[in-house]
């Protein structure tokens, strides 16, 4: 196996290093809990503005589908 610590910026290439530091692994956690809330609310906002918008959508300006 070889060592990419090379790549690593210095901080996460010392965080690798030792043995009990989990540093960057709970950092990677941590933004990746931020990413799924932002987009869990971005859809939920989404899905409750359509929803309003049907419910308060005037019914002659409503296009029926028909089925042929």
Do not use: K, Q, W
Not at 5 to 11: H, L, W
Not at 31 to 38: C, R, S, Y
Request: negative net charge.
């Amino acid at each position: 196996m070889f060592d990419l610590n090379f790549i690593a910026c210095s901080t996460c290439r010392v965080n690798f290093s030792g043995s009990d530091s989990d540093a960057a692994g709970y950092s990677i956690f941590a933004l990746l809990v931020v990413i799924l809330a932002v987009l869990g609310a971005v859809g939920f906002f989404m899905i409750r503005m359509a929803r309003r918008e049907n419910d308060n959508l005037d019914p002659e300006l409503r296009d029926d589908y028909v089925s042929h």
